[in-house]
Each structure stands twice: as C-alpha cells, then as structure tokens.
C-alpha cells in the first residue's frame, strides 16, 4: 500500500495491463471506461473522494478497462490480493452497491430516470465531470442527456 499524487489526464491502468491494482481515492476524481471496438468510449463508474475504484479481473489476468485521473488526485494504491491487505470495507460495500444499482438502471430506466439516478450517487460530480462523460457513463447520448436534464427541471416546476 502506498500513497501516490497523479495529475488530471493521468491513466493509472490501461486495458490489457496485468498489473491490476485497486485504488481509494483520498482527493480529487478517477474514472474507469473501455473503448469498445468502434472506437466508442462507454464509462463504467466514477471514483470521487472516500471512494474505490478497480478492474474485477483477477490477478494476472488483462485488465478490461482504463483507469483515469480527472482532476489532480491523491490516492492509495493498494495491491488486488486482499490475502495482503484489506482495504476500506465500508468503500468495497459502497462500490457494489453502486455498481448493483447501475446494472438495474441500464436495464430498465428512462434517459430521466438516469439522470436522477447519477445526481442521487454522485450529488456533486455535475459540475465536475463534462456532460458527454455524465452521458457516457448514463448509457445516452448527450442530446438525450440534455432533454432529461430539462424534462427534470420542467418536472421539478410542475408538481
């Protein structure tokens, strides 16, 4: 376990990398996403303060996704073989939970409903994370992100 400084755009983890680490963020913002075969960026989770991020693969095997600063960061990396250490429970319980959540979303949400969704689990990361990110990450397109955004504030004013 070390305590590491890395710099906004910085990538921690590239896909196909072996060496698969889990990160807790202590400052700043990281996000994990793959690039699938046309090119297109799909984000899986994003990883504020008090936060964990990690590729699931087990040890050894190539990482499925990258892992990205998005604003200067202070983190703990921390070897994936728990044998060796254990990290913040509370912030692996919170990580499956969020990602448990994520998967009934995709499913069977409303571009709305996801939206409400993203503002609930990150309140402050709307002013943080650019909105083709956020749309990334909802499954949408960024025209779709924009109608929900103003679907909830035409909602909002009409109870």
């Given at each position: 376990?070390?305590?590491?400084?890395?710099?906004?755009?910085?990538?921690?983890?590239?896909?196909?990398?072996?060496?698969?680490?889990?990160?807790?963020?202590?400052?700043?913002?990281?996000?994990?996403?793959?690039?699938?075969?046309?090119?297109?960026?799909?984000?899986?989770?994003f990883?504020?303060?008090?936060?964990?991020?990690?590729?699931?693969?087990?040890?050894?095997?190539?990482?499925?996704?990258?892992?990205?600063?998005?604003?200067?960061?202070?983190?703990?990396?921390?070897?994936?073989?728990?044998?060796?250490?254990?990290?913040?429970?509370?912030?692996?319980?919170?990580?499956?939970?969020?990602?448990?959540?994520?998967?009934?979303?995709?499913?069977?949400?409303?571009?709305?409903?996801?939206?409400?969704?993203?503002?609930?689990?990150?309140?402050?990361?709307?002013?943080?994370?650019?909105?083709?990110?956020?749309?990334?990450?909802?499954?949408?397109?960024?025209?779709?992100l924009?109608k929900?955004k103003?679907?909830?504030?035409?909602?909002?004013?009409?109870?």
């Amino acid at each position: 376990m070390k305590t590491v400084e890395v710099k906004k755009g910085q990538v921690l983890q590239y896909e196909g990398d072996k060496n698969s680490m889990v990160y807790e963020v202590v400052t700043g913002l990281l996000r994990s996403y793959m690039i699938d075969q046309k090119g297109k960026e799909h984000i899986f989770m994003f990883a504020p303060e008090g936060w964990i991020i990690a590729d699931a693969v087990p040890i050894g095997e190539p990482c499925e996704f990258f892992i990205e600063a998005l604003e200067d960061s202070t983190v703990i990396v921390r070897d994936k073989d728990l044998s060796k250490t254990t990290p913040n429970i509370h912030a692996i319980a919170k990580r499956i939970l969020v990602l448990q959540r994520r998967v009934i979303m995709l499913m069977s949400y409303s571009g709305l409903q996801r939206y409400e969704h993203f503002i609930k689990t990150y309140p402050d990361l709307t002013q943080r994370v650019p909105q083709r990110m956020i749309a990334s990450y909802l499954g949408i397109t960024p025209e779709a992100l924009s109608k929900a955004k103003g679907d909830k504030i035409r909602f909002s004013r009409n109870p």
